[in-house]
């Protein structure tokens, strides 16, 4: 069964510290993408990958960092640096960028 | 930059009313549109998408869109709602040359039986 799996569904961190948010797709797509949503704020995009090895900032890759290491793979990394890091956030693949996207379940995140 | 404008952040209808969600969008060449939604406690999905041809869209669940390029707009309809149409809307664009959508701010649809 085909699709995008994040862990954890929740997860839960004291502030200073660094959290890596996982995001895995079985669906052979190029593009992956992270989203963070906010209530009242729509999607808005963080970081993008077209290909593997490759990525680009997003709006607000501020405290943020990725890697694309596997086709399959986009782990998020909220850095001690991300000044407002408790949110919800979304991993997206698209076959390519002018595609629709798949979407995670996401991963809510607080920082306390 | 491309800018889309959802202009109904919250909408109430009983069940059997018609409905309709505004999208405009701020870029004026060729475009890919796109309507998602987002049911409780379940991923984000697409609903419906236009990329060219008969501007008017059909997508699941009874829901179509219609693109007006004059008018930069793709609003989303349904004849009649039902209550498990509750759920959050994504209206996205890609287009200007840029590879990543745009989304609106989403417009949260409650439906009451």
């Known amino acids: 069964d085909g699709g995008i799996t994040q862990s954890p569904k929740y997860l839960f961190r004291k502030e200073g510290q660094n959290v890596t948010l996982s995001c895995e797709q079985n669906?052979?797509?190029?593009?992956m993408y992270w989203y963070r949503q906010d209530p009242g704020q729509g999607l808005r995009l963080i970081y993008y990958s077209q290909i593997v090895n490759d990525f680009q900032k997003g709006d607000i890759a501020e405290g943020y960092s990725v890697s694309r290491e596997k086709k399959e793979s986009f782990p998020l990394t909220v850095t001690s640096a991300q000044k407002n890091p408790t949110a919800f956030y979304l991993c997206?693949?698209?076959?390519?960028?002018?595609?629709?996207?798949?979407f995670g379940p996401g991963t809510r995140l607080t920082v306390t | 930059a491309q800018s889309v404008s959802q202009h109904n952040h919250h909408v109430i209808l009983s069940e059997a009313a018609s409905l309709e969600l505004g999208c405009n969008y701020s870029y004026g060449g060729t475009v890919n549109l796109f309507w998602y939604v987002q049911y409780p406690g379940q991923h984000l999905q697409l609903l419906l998408k236009y990329f060219s041809g008969d501007p008017l869209v059909k997508g699941i669940k009874g829901f179509e869109a219609e693109f007006i390029k004059s008018k930069f707009s793709f609003n989303l309809r349904k004849p009649s709602v039902q209550w498990s149409d509750t759920a959050e809307y994504f209206c996205a664009v890609l287009g200007g040359g840029s590879y990543i959508p745009t989304f609106g701010r989403g417009t949260s649809l409650i439906v009451h039986p």
């Open positions: 669906l052979n797509h190029d593009a």
């Open positions: 997206a693949s698209s076959i390519d960028a002018a595609y629709e996207q798949y």
